[in-house]
């Protein structure tokens, strides 16, 4: 019996042309993990967590294990209303809704806006998952070049005019990280965040905002497209991931409650009420602005460590952009393939992510990759680009 | 802007189809819950979980709460692998995908299957949820009625017959919970186990079993239809929630590895990464053997009280069907819209989820309603028919 032939196309086609794979092979013992979009072991709240369970659990008994949990999920929804409030974006309960992680908000608007005639723009290299993600709906994408101030908002217009002047479907959405992108680190100037609102309206699309670095920022800190956005037009998504801890899976999209209304539908009861209201009662037990400091503090200090680093160990050909917050940075090296360097790097005891994955086209990919400062501590980070920058030598 | 125009057309059906509804409204206080398919509170091992937490997290510290996690979910994996075989299904790892509870299994399942041209072969009644997935994806359906021996197999191979005599398309699949099924609590025979399996064979449809409640019987234990599938045509679906905590959200797909690289590929990161250490520890450190017999004791015990007390005061035209196992009870009512008394019932302090959310056409279901005692105890149960019973005679 063929098992595949029960698949209907759409999927056989999702299936085949995004064989699951691996961004990185596994890792030899005593790699420095460069690669990887974890939070630093130190700043995960550890015993908090655990804190948060047990007092939850003391307080409530089974309630929190039952399918519609505790209502202490209702205070991690305002809790994470009232974070927003501070950062300027002001939503109702109907505009909010609580998702695992990120990725599954990302999910669920490409499951409820994408089918095979949607046209979805993103920026060009962008995050991988979310790449994955859409084309399982689509293969009609229109890339925009990302530069050290962020998408290029020129050329998207550009391309929205001349899809225009031919009568081609403008896109459904576009899909933007503006602050300390993944994976280039780079952040849009509050210029182009107008403009982009700008083109939203003329050309009649909706902007998905995801913003999952956005509170880590260095020294200056610019307002959200959603904080911006007049028209609804914005869906932001956010997440305590980067902030918190990922295992946790705490995520959201902040938007029109049409939208929150569709997306809570494909996602009935996939939710992890047991984890949400432990979170809210973390949230609830924890300064969090303080905890913000100590975060920046943190990833702004191993940043500077990287950046450093790289001035030492680096050739004169490779180049990067310096972030402003967030986890990563973004390398060129003329004339290398990452992906072959890669083997490499593991050999050297060190890893990154090749820059293709982040491409819809991955050839436009080969000369870069990422590289994340927000794991490993400053000693190895350090050390870990020393090693980089032999195995760059070598492969010149 | 008319937000809801950018959703394509398939999502404007589902959503309109489906108005996110309840169904049932909320419930006045002190009121006896026999609507909820919640395990007793009592079952609920809080102390064990909260034990669990700890620790994972003394061992482990941040790992588990990193996006990939614990070790322990791969023992996780084992231990369900473990359990499946001492019930006579044997899989391997590749044939196995841990889900966030049955529901984003059986969500997963439909993503990879079901397109609008597809036909799903559902029982009549049969689980909500499921019917409201399906119903995301496709609007034809073969309602297959199921008698107090479950699924009338009979029924499903004439309707097969005729359609491959007319040359209409045969299901992808039949959705079943052949045990202890919802909302009926029937159970399919032996023979008709065989039968349904041959059908499968004879007219190339796929099977997904929902075994939710399969570990709850009283008396008598069948193999599931897994467990005869010699031909991979069986997609079996297990649960935690029942047996363990719902709030978890642990449950898995066991079928073929096809299949699970499918869903897997849908799924991406939309796991649990902490729970599923947590429930990995909590499994390691519990005899769950002796956990089952404590649960079918006790599931047993309360449905006996349910019986009893339906026999007291319930009158004569009311019937229902006896449960083996499982959580639910079936009860018809001839001449009453349930819909109408469940007013009445709240009004009185007791719940029931009316029969018609069952079905498929919900005019179908309005003499029955489901009882669910698991949740409460056994005061509470006798004391909520009793009320129940007052209520069904004013209706008549």
Not at 202 to 209: D, S
Request: include cysteine.
């Amino acid at each position: 019996m063929n098992i595949a032939s029960f698949f209907p196309k759409n999927i056989q086609l999702a299936l085949k042309n995004n064989p699951p794979g691996k961004w990185i092979p596994d890792l030899p013992e005593g790699c420095i993990r460069l690669h990887c979009g974890y939070p630093a072991p130190v700043l995960v709240p550890v015993e908090e967590i655990k804190a948060a369970v047990c007092s939850l659990l003391e307080l409530e008994h089974d309630l929190p294990l039952h399918y519609t949990g505790s209502p202490k999920i209702l205070e991690l929804k305002e809790q994470i209303i009232k974070r927003l409030e501070e950062r300027g974006i002001s939503v109702s309960e109907e505009e909010l809704l609580i998702t695992s992680g990120a990725c599954q908000a990302v999910d669920l608007i490409a499951r409820i806006l994408l089918d095979k005639e949607a046209v979805v723009a993103i920026e060009s290299p962008t995050y991988m998952e979310a790449l994955e993600i859409f084309q399982n709906y689509t293969k009609l994408f229109i890339s925009i070049p990302v530069d050290k101030h962020g998408l290029q908002t020129d050329v998207l217009e550009e391309i929205l005019a001349e899809r225009k002047r031919n009568g081609l479907a403008q896109p459904r959405f576009l899909y933007t990280i503006p602050t300390f992108q993944n994976p280039t680190g780079t952040t849009m100037t509050a210029e182009r965040r107008q403009h982009v609102l700008e083109l939203a309206d003329k050309y009649n699309f909706l902007i998905v905002e995801d913003d999952a670095y956005g509170e880590l920022f260095f020294n200056n800190n610019l307002p959200t497209l959603k904080a911006m956005d007049t028209m609804s037009r914005v869906l932001h998504v956010g997440s305590l991931s980067k902030i918190v801890a990922p295992g946790m899976r705490i995520g959201w999209i902040a938007g029109a409650c049409e939208i929150i209304h569709a997306c809570a539908w494909f996602k009935k009861d996939l939710n992890h009420p047991f984890a949400q209201a432990a979170m809210a009662v973390y949230l609830a037990n924890t300064d969090f602005d303080e905890k913000l400091i100590t975060l920046r503090d943190t990833y702004r200090s191993k940043c500077a460590v990287l950046l450093s680093a790289l001035e030492q160990y680096l050739p004169e050909s490779a180049s990067w952009y310096v972030p402003e917050g967030g986890y990563f940075a973004w390398m060129k090296i003329p004339g290398v393939d990452t992906s072959e360097m890669l083997t490499q790097a593991l050999a050297e005891g060190v890893s990154f992510i090749p820059g293709r994955y982040f491409f819809m086209d991955q050839s436009d990919g080969t000369e870069y990759l990422r590289l994340s400062f927000s794991y490993e501590d400053e000693k190895e980070i350090a050390d870990g680009i020393r090693r980089l920058g032999r195995v760059v030598e070598a492969s010149l």
